[in-house]
């Protein structure tokens, strides 16, 4: 779990805080390093005090032995103790061993016979005594053993005569009393213990003071090499320590010596060293403590009025601090008083920006709706008192030309005039912009009834005269929406929405009018909203089918395709004409996902025709002009492996609108790959003459508006057989649309038409009528 993080509140305490903490990093680090000096030279000092108790031991344990083995031999020699050994004699034996143990002050001397008797002792020690003559290796006379629990140091030495006959052995026990001789030896408090072996191993003393423990043997283990100095935790607390361990009788030792110091008695000598630092420390600290409070409160004085002045200046008042001095502190002092007198000016200024247009310092659209807000509210309270709100929606007709042909900057020299105009106009009324060309006006209080009427004309009148800006003149124009409260929505949303659709009317009658609103307006707008959500339900929902009307090959006499036609059943109302729905799924943009879905059932229905039977799909410009609608040809194209040459697309003018090169790329990259384009309702838009020279378009459909009076009317037949004429020149097909009778047919036929449509062979089909139709023919006389 991360330490939580110290949060302090004064810039003071922080100071001293931080100042406090080095110090006391500092003297930790002096204490650190201090503790480790006077360890180390304790370790040393102890090192070489048990060094040297150490060599006093092994010199000791030397001169015992000698001194043990030159007693015993002088026995095993004496010509008497060796007849009564040959003959038997105990009597003998015994009196000797006794005076053997009070000359050499041992507690045990005995015989050991050829035959493993023991003389001078009995029990367990008799036991392991009799195997150890047979036991010392290498001419060894000194050993140590373990029986029953106690340590015994043992001297051997043999009876011969001449032969070896017996062995006369002296045992010393190493117990308590022997290690508190060795103690008084040494010039510093050591203890000494004996440690032996137990049967896992583990090395433990005799007397209980220390239990097996893995520091332990590992300090044996080392001493066996060298002489080792360790740190070890003991039951009576760490200690320094070494470990002599001591031969057996057959080399292997069973037996150690442990000599230990306890650390607190080495350290000792130190702790009024240790109670200094300390002391020393914590004065220090203190001073420390005592000197940062007081230059942190010297440093921060000027820091707290600089935080006082700040939170007075985020209540909004203005406030300055006083300069004192020329350092740090002081110019941050005045730094404060200029930022302080800075804010005061911005915050006028985004005071102003929020509520006005930046380009013609009108109000902008929140100012407009709080101004919208206010005049409702009081409208209220007014009650039936003549009191009402109306609200002027204004749109600048053909704005985006301006700014394409003449450059932004023109164009915003004539939102400013145009803004300073409806201000001298509406004197009386609040004039808003509220984005790009769009403008809003409130007129409230006792407005005269024929008031937004009379002002909307005066600013058309206005505006029908071209304006100057920036050293243009140019013409210009604006359409009106208008909304009165209460009569058309007491609420704000609700009163610009009703303008806004206005407007929408006064664009849709021609633009350069004004419109007041309307209840079938409203009741349009939600039909429209209805009709949108209705067309994305019968998208997912799968609501669309496809009916196909026959294209007929008058040269072939066959049918040389179909053309697909959308088709809409609406759960509750029924069929829904193409002609209610296409422009709300335009509009919307719904158009490009049913406009998908119609390329793939066509194709899908299409593959299973006979190969000359091609399928026409009408194309909205909107879906024409997207960037993904080649790749959406090639996906319907692939999966329903219709081939290329049988797809032809039909579009018509209105997709050159928004620039040409887009659509010539699209046009050759569709006939690169085999699909046929056809150029629809051809004559009935602009500059058809100039797309005929520039595109490559496979077929031309002759509207239906010149084919209904080919045969009647002279004018209409003229212009099919220009059409006709120019298409043969240019090596494209034609195909007239909408021939209903013989005489239509046999006009367009002798002008030398390729193809007709129309309900003379048939009216739009569902797919399974197709095969039906395929063996139609028409006569060749008609």
């Known amino acids: 779990m991360p330490m939580p993080r110290l949060r302090f509140r004064t810039l003071r305490g922080r100071l001293a805080v931080l100042y406090t903490g080095m110090f006391a990093l500092a003297l930790a680090v002096l204490g650190v390093t201090a503790q480790v000096m006077i ?13 040297a108790s150490g060599s006093v031991y092994d010199g000791l344990w030397a001169l015992r032995a000698k001194t043990l083995t030159g007693t015993a031999d002088v026995l095993s020699r004496d010509f008497g103790f060796r007849t009564a050994v040959a003959t038997g004699d105990r009597p003998t034996i015994e009196s000797a061993l006794a005076t053997l143990r009070a000359r050499a002050g041992v507690q045990r001397a005995m015989l050991v016979e050829q035959d493993g008797s023991v003389i001078g002792a009995t029990g367990p020690l008799a036991t392991t005594i009799a195997d150890l003559p047979d036991q010392m290796q290498g001419g060894r006379h000194d050993a140590v053993l373990v029986s029953q629990g106690r340590i015994y140091r043992v001297v051997v030495s043999p009876v011969l ?14 117990d308590a009393a022997e290690m508190r001789g060795l103690e008084r030896l040494s010039a510093i408090p050591l203890t000494a213990t004996m440690l032996y072996r137990d049967g896992a191993g583990s090395w433990q003393s005799m007397d209980g003071s220390i239990d097996a423990d893995p520091g332990v043997d590992a300090l044996v283990a080392a001493s066996q090499r060298e002489r080792s ?7 009576s607390g760490r200690a320094f320590t070494i ?21 607190q008695a ?13 002391l020393a420390g914590l004065i220090g600290i203190a001073l420390v403590v005592f000197g940062s409070l007081r230059l942190a409160r010297k440093i921060t004085q000027p820091l707290f009025e600089l935080d006082a002045a700040a939170r007075t200046l985020e209540e909004g008042a203005r406030t300055e601090v006083t300069v004192t001095g020329e350092d740090e502190i002081g110019r941050l002092a005045q730094s404060f008083n200029r930022m302080s007198q800075g804010i005061v000016d911005r915050e006028n200024r985004i005071s102003h920006l929020a509520f006005h247009d930046t380009l013609t310092g009108l109000p902008n659209r929140t100012s407009f709706r709080q101004a919208l807000d ?25 704005f985006k030309g301006v700014n394409d042909t003449l450059g932004h900057p023109v164009g915003d020299a004539l939102l400013c005039t145009l803004g300073t105009l409806l201000t001298r106009l509406a004197p009386d009324g609040l004039v808003s912009r509220l984005g790009g060309d769009e403008f809003a006006i409130i007129l409230s209080g006792s407005v005269e009834a024929d008031r937004p009427r009379g002002l909307a004309q005066a600013i058309l009148d206005a505006v029908s005269r071209p304006l100057e800006a920036a050293g243009h003149r140019i013409a210009s124009g604006f359409s009106i929406g208008i909304a009165m409260a209460p009569a058309d929505g007491t609420d704000p949303d609700q009163l610009l929405k009703n303008a806004d659709l206005a407007l929408y009317r006064a664009k849709k009658d021609g633009r350069g009018v004004f419109r007041f609103f309307e209840e079938a307006l409203d009741i349009a707008a939600r039909k429209r909203r209805q009709m949108e959500l209705d067309l994305r339900e019968a998208l997912m929902t799968g609501q669309f089918r496809l009916n196909f009307q026959p294209i007929y090959d008058l040269k072939a006499d066959r049918i040389g395709g179909f053309e697909a036609l959308l088709r809409w059943h609406h759960p509750t109302r029924g069929e ?7 422009p709300v799924a335009e509009d919307t943009g719904l158009i490009g996902g049913i406009g998908e879905w119609v390329l793939h059932e066509a194709c899908r229905h299409a593959v299973d025709w006979p190969d000359h039977v091609r399928v026409a799909i009408n194309v909205s410009p909107l879906q024409f002009r997207s960037q993904g609608f080649a790749a959406i040809v090639m996906q319907a194209l692939s999966r329903s492996g219709l081939p290329a040459r049988r797809l032809e697309v039909e579009i018509t003018e209105s997709v050159f609108l928004d620039g040409e090169d887009h659509v010539l790329a699209l046009l050759h990259q569709l006939r690169n790959v085999g699909v046929r384009v056809a150029l629809d309702d051809f004559g009935t838009g602009y500059s058809s003459l100039s797309y005929l020279r520039s595109f490559p378009f496979d077929k031309i459909k002759i509207d239906r508006s010149f084919v209904t009076h080919v045969a009647d009317d002279a004018s209409s037949a003229a212009i099919v057989r220009a059409i006709v004429d120019l298409a043969a020149a240019l090596h494209m097909e034609i195909t007239a649309e909408g021939v209903e009778d013989a005489d239509q047919l046999g006009c367009l036929r002798g002008q030398g038409c390729d193809s007709i449509q129309g309900f003379l062979l048939s009216k739009p089909v569902e797919f399974d009528a197709i095969a039906r139709l395929l063996p139609a023919r028409l006569a060749k006389a008609a």
């Open 266 to 278: 080495a350290l000792a000598p130190y702790l009024p060293l240790q109670v200094g630092l300390a």
């Open 243 to 263: 470990a002599k361990p001591l031969a057996g009788p057959n080399g292997r030792a069973d037996a150690a010596l442990l000599i230990r110091y306890p650390l």
């Open 229 to 235: 100095l360790m740190t070890l935790a003991l039951p």
């Open 576 to 582: 829904v004409s193409p002609v209610e729905f296409i």
């Open 374 to 398: 206010q005049a409702l509210a009081r409208t209220s309270r007014a009650g039936q008192g003549g009191q009402q709100v109306a609200v002027l929606c204004l749109d600048l007709d053909g």
């Open 39 to 51: 360890w180390t030279h304790a370790r040393a000092s102890v090192s070489a005090e048990l060094a």
């Open 161 to 174: 005569a001449p032969m070896q006959i017996g062995s006369v052995v002296l045992a010393l026990p190493l």
